[in-house]
């Protein structure tokens, strides 16, 4: 039987992580607005994967996910990501998954945008402290501030591109589809 001591210590360990991944999920949001790029780097495990869950994003790799950045920060001017809710869940003592829902305020071809953002991530333990293994976006919405009013009133409300497309969620998700489909009269 374990002692109540090892209890204690794995409970104050799995604390320390999460409070590791916590500052992990912040740093990445400061150090992208602040074109902080070596921290932002720092902040990927070495085979770690970037994406968004429209596919126009994909990169495997610090190297392949900082030129991703710089694509993605030719287009940007300044911007303030702000992250809400942050749910962490371990797999095991060096490996976790987390959804992370935030919110941007940004500048994208000159023109100010709002965006609801929500990160599916996976985590991973490294020598070096906590690390996205995977990070991938989606969007609620991606919008110019003159069209935030009613847009949750239409399906494409991703206006990040030359065209608008359809958000990633929630209408896509199989819990979404499953109880419209159910609830329907």
């Known amino acids: 039987m374990p002692s109540p001591g090892a209890d204690l210590e794995a409970r104050v360990a799995r604390l320390e992580a999460e409070s590791q991944i ?31 869950h ?13 030129a ?29 998954t987390g959804r992370v829902a935030g919110h941007a305020e940004l500048m994208r071809h000159g023109r100010m945008m709002v965006a609801a953002i929500r990160y599916d991530d996976r985590y991973r333990k490294t020598p070096a ?15 110019p501030v003159e069209a935030y009013p009613g847009i949750l009133g239409r399906p494409d409300r991703n206006h990040a591109y030359a065209e ?18 159910a609830h329907r009269t």
């Open 22 to 52: 916590r500052q992990l999920v912040a740093r990445y949001s400061f150090d992208i607005d602040d074109r902080r790029i070596d921290a932002v780097r720092a902040l990927f495990a070495e085979n770690a994967v970037l994406r968004s």
């Open 54 to 66: 429209d596919g126009v994003m994909h990169a495997a790799g610090p190297d392949a996910i900082m």
């Open 68 to 96: 991703q950045f710089d694509g993605r920060f030719a287009v940007l001017g300044p911007g303030h990501h702000v992250m809400h809710d942050i749910q962490i869940d371990f797999v095991d003592e060096d490996n976790a």
């Open 129 to 143: 402290g906590w690390k996205f293994a995977e990070r991938v976006i989606g969007f609620l919405y991606y919008v």
């Open 164 to 181: 608008p497309k359809l958000a990633d969620y929630p209408e896509r998700l199989p819990s979404w589809t499953a109880y419209e489909a």
